[in-house]
T-cell receptor
Framework: DAGVIQSPRHEVTEMGQEVTLRCKPI?????LFWYRQTMMRGLELLIY????????DSGMPEDRFSAKMPNASFSTLKIQPSEPRDSAVYFC?????????????FGPGTRLTVT | AQSVAQPEDQVNVAEGNPLTVKCTYS??????LFWYVQYPNRGLQFLLK??????LVKGSYGFEAEFNKSQTSFHLKKPSALVSDSALYFC??????????FGKGTRLSVIA
């Protein structure tokens, strides 16, 4: 398997623009997670899905952030409008289960810079 | 709710010396503990995990971790550090049926 795939790897945009990050989880995994990594706050869980259904979005910082999972092989994280403080690395991860010793597999991340 | 503490932002060690990266945790039920490593401009890679019954867990690249229930710790160790081990290390914990909660990470620098 190719692992978790994210695109784009780098995104530079101007404040106020819409940004869409994309993720393809590992085939057969039931769970998908979106994380944000910054120097100040470390790795934060934004939202996670089970079988394409959002389970917990309490980590989504504001209404400007939204995430969808239209099918088992694709998810998007959208920021509209973007702000400079959204600059971070966004990771997608997937897992077969979220119980016990099942590990989560991470994609390479999207580095977002909002100017 | 579960939580993880990595008390050191940075650990420096000379090549060939043993290394320890510290982690303490808090969970309400049985702890499921993991270590991940992140190399520059890469995603997090799974390193090892605690499986009930084995207090000393062996993982990839010669790393191991020691589970201590009384001290609620899961420290990462390696007998002899390599320069290539320099990276950001994350400890993570979950309660059952929850996503992993990660520590803030510890940057390991191995000096030749």
């Amino acid at each position: 398997d190719a692992g978790v795939i994210q695109s784009p790897r780098h995104e530079v945009t101007e404040m106020g623009q819409e940004v869409t990050l994309r993720c393809k989880p590992i085939s057969g995994h039931d769970y998908l997670f979106w994380y944000r990594q910054t120097m100040m706050r470390g790795l934060e869980l934004l939202i996670y899905f089970n079988n394409n259904v959002p389970i917990d979005d309490s980590g989504m910082p504001e209404d400007r952030f939204s995430a969808k999972m239209p099918n088992a092989s694709f998810s998007t994280l959208k920021i509209q409008p973007s702000e400079p403080r959204d600059s971070a690395v966004y990771f997608c991860a997937s897992s077969l289960k979220i119980q016990g010793t099942y590990e989560q597999y991470f994609g390479p991340g999207t580095r977002l810079t909002v100017t | 709710a579960q939580s993880v503490a990595q008390p050191e932002d940075q650990v420096n060690v000379a090549e060939g010396n043993p290394l320890t990266v510290k982690c303490t945790y808090s969970v309400s039920g049985n702890p499921y503990l993991f270590w991940y490593v992140q190399y520059p401009n890469r995603g997090l890679q799974f390193l090892l995990k605690y499986i009930t019954g084995d207090n000393l867990v062996k993982g990839s690249y010669g790393f191991e971790a020691e589970f201590n229930k009384s001290q609620t710790s899961f420290h990462l160790k390696k007998p002899s550090a390599l320069v290539s081990d320099s990276a950001l290390y994350f400890c993570a914990v979950r309660d059952d049926w929850t996503p992993l909660v990660f520590g803030k990470g510890t940057r390991l620098s191995v000096i030749a």
